[in-house]
């Protein structure tokens, strides 16, 4: 059979990117290894499952209803791993049954079967039942990544584990090393501490999530020490061994030694790509097995493209959709690959989010900025609905006052990340904060608070400030009534404080 496009690989970049061309008109197959897989590891072992497994912690122990009814409170005492996996089947199987049916609808083949080149226009496709081949003018890689597992560690799915089989083991154990304090580390050594499970992190890095603004990870330090983790960061494993059924040694190369009942390896991921017999296509991989490409998903073979997490960085669902659909426009339209500020969700407890510059980069960069930050424990939508560990920070530009850069965290962190996004994407200024009406009482909220406080800040640093908000007013066209409401708050707020 020929197609126009051969998809490899049913996560979000393989859907979008199959979806993107068929509605172009295109003739198109989409392979998977088997068909329980469809939807990739987002739905069956990374995104759904983590974020479904987070949400039943924090129901069940009542985690953001203890700061109104005491820490005591919770709705089930001796939870077990079958509690936290019982919606995950109906989310998989829901979310499974949508794939399947938006590839149908849009006349896609679903092929079941590992697909491997035979040559740059032609793959195998085999199961345990049948082999077929497919041509294909052009084929996209969507074949997602898998746990990096070194050789030496002694992983048995129960004692020793990664982030696949972290999903099956049987019980809650009392503790959990966690080697890798990355994005997957960290939010699932959280979320096992929030249910009472002694964790401690280890990272061969010094700080970590290094990619977020320090204050927020500050914060989010606290907050995991709050709940009993231990860090020992800036440490090499030495040695994993399996001392019983129920007790790891960790030995670290600066002579310490952890003890716990189980090891959670979180060490980075490597491209999935072992089987596709790559070389018969003439496509590059590095040494992480991913595979190599250019800004437009071009891989060292023509007729052959690349997204999603087999690509490497940043590895998200979300961008991987979206490489998968401008793929397709790349391959049939020729269209020039474009992408705008990155938003990125941490599902920590509590969850982080964030787009733009951080502080740090502003700094190094010598850009004049100024700090607005909003403390959620001020607002009434935080005091209604427990969850006051938080805040919102703004980093705008003192001049221009266009915002740069929003940090979050805290409840619905990573909801309303997407306001300061938006704002981001239309060159946007906190002038516009402070002078939109945000329904009241929302987390939203927190961005017209963060905007005054900015405001503030930047006043205090004048001498006439009611003058200079006057002018910046109609320098920045804004409406210039809306301006002394504030000016009155920050006069009244500012003699209180004094
Ligand atoms: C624990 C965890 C939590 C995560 N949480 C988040 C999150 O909160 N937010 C977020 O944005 N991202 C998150 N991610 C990342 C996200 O899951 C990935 O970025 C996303 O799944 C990548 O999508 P993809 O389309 O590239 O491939 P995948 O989802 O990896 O799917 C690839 C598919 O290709 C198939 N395949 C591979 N080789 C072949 C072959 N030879 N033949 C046939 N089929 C093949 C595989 O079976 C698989 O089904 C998380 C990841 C993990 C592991
Ligand atoms: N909410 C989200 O968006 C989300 C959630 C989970 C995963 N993900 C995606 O999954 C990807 C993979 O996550 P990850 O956490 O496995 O990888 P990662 O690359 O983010 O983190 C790996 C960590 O392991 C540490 N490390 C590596 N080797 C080590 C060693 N020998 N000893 C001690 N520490 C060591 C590194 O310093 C790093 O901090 C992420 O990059 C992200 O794109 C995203």
């Known amino acids: 059979m020929h197609y126009d496009l051969v998809v490899i690989g049913t996560g979000p970049s393989g859907q979008k990117g199959a979806i993107a061309a068929a509605k172009m008109g295109k003739k198109v197959a989409i392979v998977e290894r088997n068909r329980k897989a469809v939807g990739g590891v987002c739905l069956h072992t990374g995104t759904v499952p983590s974020k479904t ?81 497919l041509t294909a003018d052009y084929t996209l890689l969507a074949t997602g990544s898998k746990p990096h597992r070194p050789t030496h560690i002694p992983f048995d799915g129960e004692t020793v584990f990664d982030s696949d089989e972290i999903l099956t083991i049987e019980r809650i154990p009392r503790s959990m090393i966690v080697i890798g304090g990355g994005v997957i580390g960290i939010e699932y050594g959280i979320m096992f501490a ?42 090499s494993v030495r040695s994993v061994k399996q001392a019983s059924r129920n007790r790891v040694i960790v030995e670290l190369e600066s002579q310490k030694k952890i003890v716990g009942e189980t090891a959670f390896f979180s060490v980075g991921r490597k491209g999935d790509t072992e089987f596709l017999n790559l070389a018969a296509a003439g496509v590059e991989v590095d040494k992480r097995e991913r595979v190599k490409c250019n800004e437009n998903y071009e891989t060292s073979s023509p007729c052959v493209f690349a997204v999603g997490d087999v690509i490497g960085f940043p590895a998200l669902a979300s961008t991987s959709m979206e490489q998968g659909r401008q793929a397709a426009s790349r391959i049939f339209e020729r269209k020039k690959v474009s992408t705008g500020e990155i938003p990125y969700g941490l599902f920590t407890i509590p969850e982080i989010a964030m787009v733009g510059k951080t502080e740090q980069e502003l700094t190094a960069e010598k850009i004049p900025f100024e700090i607005g930050v909003s403390r959620f424990e001020e607002l009434a939508k935080s005091q209604i609905c427990g969850g006051h560990d938080g805040l919102l920070k703004l980093l705008f530009h003192r001049e221009s006052r266009k915002l740069l850069g929003v940090h979050c965290i805290g409840d619905t962190a990573t909801e309303i990340i997407h306001i300061g996004q938006t704002i981001m994407a239309f060159d946007g200024t906190i002038d516009y904060l402070a002078n939109a009406i945000f329904n009241h009482p929302t987390m939203a909220e927190s961005y017209k608070v963060a905007a005054f406080d900015g405001l503030n800040r930047l006043c205090a640093d004048v001498d006439d400030c009611l003058g200079t908000l006057f002018e910046d007013a109609s320098e920045h066209d804004v409406d210039p009534v809306a301006i002394p409401a504030t000016v009155v708050d920050t006069t009244l707020e500012t003699t209180s404080v004094s």
């Open 53 to 133: 497994i987070r949400e039943a912690i924090l129901f069940l122990t009542g985690y953001r209803q203890k700061e109104v009814y005491g820490e005591r409170y919770s709705r089930k005492r001796h939870i077990q791993m079958d509690d936290l996996r019982k919606k995950l089947s109906e989310v998989v199987g829901r979310e499974r049954r949508v794939i399947l049916d938006q590839l149908e609808r849009n006349f896609i083949d679903i092929y079941d079967g590992e697909a491997a080149f035979v040559n740059e226009n032609e793959i195998e496709v085999a199961n345990k039942d049948r082999s077929v081949r």
């Open 194 to 235: 929030a249910l009472g499970v002694k964790i401690t992190i280890v990272d061969g890095q010094d700080t970590l999530l290094g990619f977020c603004d320090s204050e927020i990870v500050d914060h989010l330090m606290f907050t995991a020490r709050s709940l009993g983790i231990t860090f020992r960061t800036g440490e």
